[in-house]
């Protein structure tokens, strides 16, 4: 079986002109189109499957008829901060498809760094391994967050993307106290900030808080609050900090789901956290 696979861009420097992935060989094309045109997706590479077994069922997808090479190119667009699909055919124009690099990148970049001295493909077949544990699985839905988290990542605008990543959060919050947490404590007895700093202590961003750093953490809820009910203000050009320190921390929290390490050489997360938390607002 062959496949054309739309907006992959990897880095000569990481990554060869060919590379195997779960028996599917990519091989680069060459390409007179501008590669980073708004207007058109690009086919980069060509995919086929070089095994007598039949392909893998996607295990990230509901839809029975989806393979692994759907999951391959969910994560190939978190880590390379594009909109990778593939088609069957190279006369294929993929019209849902966005050929715009994604806003957010510091997921992208962190990989990067990772693999100056790692094979990108090494990882890639790391993450698959990880999301296939049936523990993961569990734990994460069938990996809905990596879904969210694609969308959150798109060209849009900031208010827009704040939301986004605000699902995200919302989304991991259900996952991971389903066990014992009751729709009705879901809608009325948790506060957005509450649930913010669960996240903050699951992820190990901090132990516990103290009363000025949970006021500060309430910024975050008030923004969602105020763009959810008064749409987009004026006011909010105040708050270009906390905007992408939100992005951030949400790109940091999903390179720890899929267990790619080392993260904070590029978000340095923890630096701007901690002086977020520690600061003061008039």
């Keep these: 079986m062959e496949y054309f696979i739309h ?21 680069k094309l060459k390409s007179d189109k501008q590669f980073d045109s708004p207007f058109f997706d690009v086919i980069t590479y060509k995919a086929k499957y070089k095994s007598s077994t039949k392909e893998k069922s996607s295990c990230l997808y509901t839809d029975k008829n989806k393979i692994v090479l759907d999951d391959i190119c969910l ?3 978190l ?16 019209t849902q498809i966005d050929p715009r690099k994604f806003n957010l990148d510091s997921l992208n970049l962190s990989i990067l760094y990772f693999y100056k001295t790692n ?23 069938n990996g809905s967050p990596l879904l969210l988290m694609k969308e959150a990542m798109k060209k849009q605008n900031r208010e827009s993307q704040f939301l986004n990543c605000w699902i995200v959060w ?11 947490i009751s729709e009705e404590t879901l809608k009325h007895k ?34 969602r609050n105020q763009i959810v009910h008064k749409g987009i203000q004026p006011e909010f050009h105040s708050y270009p900090k906390e905007y992408w320190l939100f992005f951030e921390l949400t790109q940091y929290i999903i ?13 340095k997360s923890f630096d701007k956290f901690k002086e977020f938390l520690e600061g003061s607002r008039k």
């Excluded at 990897?10 to 990519?26: A, D, P, S, T």
């Excluded at 390179?255 to 050489?265: G, M, S, T, V």
């Design 7 to 27: 907006n992959l861009y990897l880095h000569n420097r990481i990554m060869k002109n060919q590379f195997v992935i779960e028996n599917y060989q990519f091989i």
């Design 75 to 77: 994560i190939l667009s």
């Design 79 to 94: 880590m390379t901060s594009y909109d990778v699909q593939y088609s069957n055919s190279i006369s294929t124009t993929l």
């Design 119 to 141: 094979n990108y493909s090494k990882i890639i077949k790391n993450i698959l391994k990880t999301i296939r544990k049936d523990d993961w699985l569990n734990k994460y839905n």
């Design 170 to 180: 919302e989304h991991l919050f259900y996952l991971l106290n389903k066990n014992w």
């Design 190 to 223: 948790i506060t957005a900030k509450d649930k913010i700093s669960f996240i903050l202590t699951h992820f190990g961003f901090k132990d516990n808080t103290t009363k000025k750093e949970h006021k500060n953490i309430q910024i975050l809820a008030n923004l």
């Design 255 to 267: 390179a720890k789901i899929l267990n790619i390490e080392p993260y904070d050489e590029i978000f």
